[in-house]
């Protein structure tokens, strides 16, 4: 069992940066994949990046490539996305997301998924606006 939880969403403005944090609580979570995925009102759950539990693999949707990344400090249980040129379609609840799957040699059509990811935390709102 995994317990996540998310902080530093907060509101800001266009070409901001921010960086949100996940800490994991639980055995072997430095094992785990680890992803970063967001929500906004009226739209499906999307995906925004993912981790390898080593750190050496990571994965990004396009529309944050360049400008979102993504890392881990297993030491300290802790996941992070930093975030940058902040967009107001930027603006979502932003989850992260566990698995204890091997992100790298998995399915390129799972692994960007909802359904791959076991543990979810609650999420943190990120709000972009002039």
């Known amino acids: 069992q995994v317990h996540l939880v998310e902080s530093g969403g907060r509101l800001v403005q266009p070409g901001e940066s921010l960086r949100l944090s996940c800490a994991g609580s639980g055995r072997n979570f430095g094992s785990y994949a680890m992803g970063w995925f967001r929500q906004a009102p009226g739209k499906e759950r999307e995906f925004v990046a993912a981790?390898?539990?080593?750190?050496?693999?990571?994965l990004y949707a396009d529309s944050v490539k360049g400008r979102f990344t993504i890392s881990r400090a297993n030491i300290k249980n802790t996941i992070y996305l930093q975030m940058a040129s902040l967009k107001l379609e930027d603006t979502a609840v932003y989850y992260c997301?566990?698995?204890?799957?091997?992100?790298?040699?998995?399915?390129?059509?799972?692994?960007?998924?909802?359904?791959?990811?076991?543990?979810w935390g609650q999420g943190t709102q990120v709000t972009v606006s002039s």
């Open positions: 997301a566990a698995d204890p799957s091997d992100i790298a040699s998995a399915s390129t059509h799972s692994r960007d998924t909802v359904s791959f990811y076991d543990y």
């Open positions: 981790i390898a539990w080593s750190g050496n693999f990571t």
